[in-house]
């Protein structure tokens, strides 16, 4: 699950980078609407970018940029389930700028639209 309750974290004593790198999970999806920048992750840590981005890669496969990436469209997706919202809804949930914007991030991500996202989810069920 791309969603780390605080629960799931390791039971065992963390190292402090290893904390580090699952405390940005957490703070990742409390924020992940507002803040798509690994600076902004960083900053709240206290480190650089680069040296950020190598400790969270070490302790949990993935890089900042890909838990950013992966958040925002899992929750995209979450949100297109939903008939009543619209994609601008949606757009605008996520704090994009504006349809387009999602449109071309989305489909970067996914390899299709938003709304051949959700004709393919309402396909299945």
């Known amino acids: 699950s791309l ?3 605080e629960r799931s974290f390791p039971s065992h004593n963390m190292s402090r980078n290893e904390n580090l ?7 990742l999806n ?3 609407s507002e803040q798509r920048s690994v600076g902004w992750y ?3 840590a206290g480190l ?5 981005s190598q400790i969270v ?12 990436k992966n958040t925002i469209i899992a929750n995209a997706k979450k949100l297109l389930t939903q008939p009543q919202a619209s994609i ?8 994009f700028h504006d349809q387009v914007t999602f449109s071309k991030y989305f489909k970067k991500c996914t390899g299709m639209s938003p709304s ?10």
Request: net charge negative.
């Open 3 to 5: 969603y780390f309750q």
């Open 21 to 27: 790198a699952y405390e940005f999970i957490y703070t």
């Open 30 to 32: 409390q924020h992940y």
């Open 42 to 44: 960083a900053d709240q």
């Open 48 to 52: 650089s970018p680069c040296y950020f």
């Open 57 to 68: 890669h070490q302790y949990t496969g993935n890089t900042p940029t890909e838990w950013i």
């Open 88 to 95: 601008k809804e949606v757009a605008a949930e996520l704090n």
């Open 116 to 125: 051949q996202y959700r004709k393919s989810i309402i396909d299945v069920i």
